[in-house]
């Protein structure tokens, strides 16, 4: 096996694609599936109403189920609600504080400017019966509001001695309330006040921009005290621009009282009043609204406010029939799953799901389970599996769903395939249910777990069925139990008791679906169970004692091929107990005509002596078309009769082969002709009983070999056997081979393990000798096939130095 890398390179393991046909029938199984598998799917929304608000209902549109829903449009309002209660994020417009600061600068000359133009302020007091400001809290004077006093300020009357009333407020009152103010003033000091309102309408029309506060601060304080403090002012509305932070709704009335506390003790009381009133003007708001933290706070509201749940009961009627259906309806609707008014672009993005979940599944079966994903039979099984579980999801998934049998499609799948591959299968599936939303949140988290554990407490064994069965009813429970508890979602007790009822019930009915339907796949995808097998292997089976008692050296020969491959499947992780199974059947044909094949002669002579190689090329090869037909008869699954002509794929019969070159020559013999139909092996369990069965025909044959003889024999046959391409559909690889050959020599030092020799007794008798076997004898060249019939010792079997090339062609021993 020295050249195995250059010819693995040169020729490869061969392509389950070599022919058409096989990838003909691949790409149909996979594409049948995906479509059917999508129809399954999108169904229920394809050719479910499409309603749309102002439709009218032509029947009554009733809740499918016990559901609590989202209210979209009250949680919307809820959400806006928020949204609108949140206080804006500010921040500080710098810009705005030179702004502001060269605002009272500008308001200062213009009063500079003013008093320039010699304009004297008066000097007089309100008449005793006026009335006391009230500068906080607002008043009234007897019955009469007067709040529209030009600086809004309140007044309450009082008969107490009166105090001097600012000329600056009568100046700036309006002429409603100066007529109320001016009542029992003496007639010089009214004469005095309207000549100074004049004069104050005078300055404003031929200085447009001057305000009334800053009219007032001209004519009330003498030019002297102005000069003096007018810095005083400026630097006082530097410090209040640094020190507060005016937020754009501060009342005009507030900011002016805080201003007036920043003026100095010692400034006249008409000039502080005048100054703050000029100061608040000018100084404009410095914050600002910042648009993106205060979106980011209404985001973070928003996600806080949680949904507005509405309760419905299984039956209530959503819309009655001849109703015109409201939007709020449809919403109610779409979430129970009644309709879907985008129906396309949610039928799309559930193509597309489907195509990842399933590319995620073949890139799982290409790279760890080969032989299945090239195994139509095997894609076949899946897809069948899941259409039919996601049209009954489809189906009764939103009345009964406690009975989508989830469940039985992991246990199938772990039953056929293995747990492994039962996973990968099952989730992709689980999340396509989801994503359609057949089933609600409760049943699908209960399925969910029932699925798992009918892939992980499945053990082999129909005992061991009713076991699971009871686990995954038991799961599904424990599921709905645990989903129901964290939403809340528990009614009363009679209302869980019968839930979880229809749970375990649920469970229990997809254990007795997955293990009922078990035969029937069996049949059609000619796939075989584990328990199926163990029915197989058991030594009372009708055909196996047919072949004991009919073919007794053809049954111990496939009881030893059967221990051979089994230890070669176990050393390669293939399905040791299919290989079993399969070795035991292998031969089965051979009972038809027993005495043709030389392990069941017994010591008689041997037909094949007398019969022209052409006969004896007919006798073996008819136990392949024997086996065959015995196997149908007995119903064998298809597994099984495949191991019958795979295991003599299409190799040359040598012994008779090589008769016909004796006699004939061997330029006149078609060696096509002595060779078996085929096919050959298309898997590795297939590829590993036809090993062990010439590997146990050849070390049978050998007289008393050692170790090493025997693993050089072995080493041969299988280099034989890879040289003459029969592993080629069996994906079968070269390391994969030595470690088979590696099972095959432990078995046999197992079974010839060194026996101790037994000494004389002390009775002084001789002790029995062992039985003569020939030392060293020679391995006849053609009794290598000595299981299909021909004799290594007959007298007439052809000189080995005659036919030495055409052996090596053709078995290469």
């Known amino acids: 096996m020295t050249d195995h890398y250059k010819f693995e390179e040169s020729h490869g393991h061969g392509d389950i694609f070599d022919s058409g046909k096989s990838f003909a029938q691949w790409f149909g199984v996979g594409a049948g599936g995906f479509l059917l598998l999508f129809l399954a799917l999108a169904a229920v929304h394809i050719f479910s109403p499409g309603l749309k608000p102002r439709d009218i209902a032509d029947h009554d549109l009733v809740a499918p189920e016990n559901a609590q829903v989202v209210d979209k449009r009250e949680t919307a309002r809820a959400v806006e609600r928020a949204r609108q209660s949140i206080i804006p994020v500010f921040q500080v417009d710098k810009s705005r504080n030179v702004q502001s600061i060269t605002a009272v600068d500008a308001s ?247 195509v990842a979940a399933l590319t995620l599944v073949a890139l799982f079966l290409y790279t760890y389970e080969p032989k299945h994903f090239f195994s139509p039979n095997s894609l076949g099984l899946m897809y069948t599996v899941a259409v039919l579980v996601c049209a009954l999801a489809s189906i009764i998934g939103k009345s009964y769903p406690q009975f989508v049998p989830l469940p039985a499609l992991a246990l199938i799948l772990t039953i056929f395939f293995g747990n492994r591959v039962a996973v990968v299968v099952t989730l992709p599936i689980l999340m396509l249910v989801a994503v359609d939303r057949l089933l609600d949140m409760h049943h699908l988290a209960s399925l969910v777990l029932a699925s798992m554990v009918a892939i992980f407490a499945y053990s082999k064994g129909r005992n061991a069925v009713l076991t699971t069965a009871i686990f995954i009813a038991i799961a599904q429970v424990a599921g709905d139990l645990a989903a129901s508890a964290l939403d809340q979602s528990i009614v009363s007790w009679h209302m869980l008791a019968r839930k979880l009822g229809l749970d375990f019930l649920g469970g229990i009915a997809s254990s007795i679906l997955a293990i009922g339907s078990l035969p029937f796949l069996e049949n059609i995808f000619g796939l075989i169970t584990p328990f199926r097998i163990a029915e197989l292997t058991d030594a009372n089976q009708p055909l196996l004692k047919r072949l004991e008692e009919n073919a007794p050296g053809t049954y111990q020969h496939s009881l030893a091929v059967a221990n051979l491959a089994e230890a070669g499947a176990k050393a390669i992780a293939a399905d040791a107990n299919l290989v079993r199974a399969g070795a035991l059947y292998h031969d089965i044909g051979k009972m038809v005509r027993p005495k043709y094949f030389i392990e069941n002669q017994l010591g008689a002579t041997n037909p094949h002596d007398s019969m022209s190689p052409e006969d004896s090329r007919a006798r073996v090869l008819a136990h392949v078309t024997d086996g065959i037909a015995l196997a149908e008869k007995y119903a064998l699954p298809k597994a099984i009769q495949d191991f019958i002509p795979m295991h003599q794929g299409t190799t040359l019969m040598a012994y008779f082969y090589h008769k016909a070159c004796l006699r004939d020559g061997v330029e006149k013999v078609d060696a096509s002709f002595y060779r078996y139909p085929g096919p050959r092996p298309n898997s590795k369990e297939t590829a590993i009983v036809m090993l062990a069965d010439v590997s146990e025909a050849v070390t049978h044959s050998m007289h008393d070999p050692s170790q090493e003889e025997v693993e050089l024999a072995l080493e041969k046959v299988f280099q034989n056997r890879w040289d003459d391409g029969q592993f080629l559909d069996s994906t079968l690889s070269y390391d994969e081979l030595v470690k088979i050959k590696g099972g095959f020599a432990r078995v046999w030092r197992t079974l010839h393990h060194e026996r101790l020799k037994y000494p004389a007794t002390t009775t002084g008798k001789m002790p029995v000798p062992p039985s003569p076997v020939a030392a060293n004898s020679p391995v006849p060249s053609a009794s290598v096939e000595t299981n299909n019939g021909a004799s290594s010792g007959s007298n007439n079997s052809p000189s080995s130095t005659s036919i030495d090339e055409p052996v090596e062609n053709g078995l290469g021993i």
């Open 108 to 354: 200062l000359s213009r009063v500079a400017q003013l008093q320039e133009a010699g304009l004297v302020p008066l000097d007089w007091q309100a008449p005793k019966s006026a009335v006391k400001l009230a500068v906080k809290t607002g008043g009234k004077t007897g019955d009469k509001t007067i709040s529209k006093i030009g600086r809004t300020r309140a007044m309450t009357q009082t008969p107490a001695a009166a105090p001097k009333y600012p000329v600056s407020y009568l100046l700036l009152a309006g002429d409603e309330d100066l007529v109320t103010l001016s009542k029992g003033m003496e007639p010089s000091a009214l004469a005095r006040l309207t000549e100074m309102r004049a004069l104050l309408s005078a300055v404003k029309q031929k200085n447009p921009l001057t305000t009334d506060q800053e009219a007032a601060l001209a004519i009330s304080v003498k030019p002297q005290d102005f000069g003096s403090y007018r810095q005083i002012i400026h630097e006082t509305g530097a410090r209040l621009i640094e020190k507060f932070h005016r937020f754009p709704v501060i009342d005009r009335k507030l900011w002016e009282g805080i201003v007036v506390e920043f003026l100095p003790e010692s400034m006249p009381a008409e000039l502080k009043q005048l100054s703050a009133a000029v100061l608040a003007q000018d100084l404009e708001p410095n914050l600002v609204i910042d648009p993106e933290s205060t979106r980011s706070k209404a985001a973070q509201v928003a996600k806080s406010v949680q949904p507005v749940m509405k309760t419905v009961n299984a039956g209530d009627v959503i819309v009655p029939r001849g109703s015109i259906i409201s939007a709020d309806q449809i919403d109610l609707l779409q979430a129970l799953g009644v309709t879907h008014i985008n129906r396309w672009p949610f039928i799309f993005s559930m193509a597309v799901s489907l």
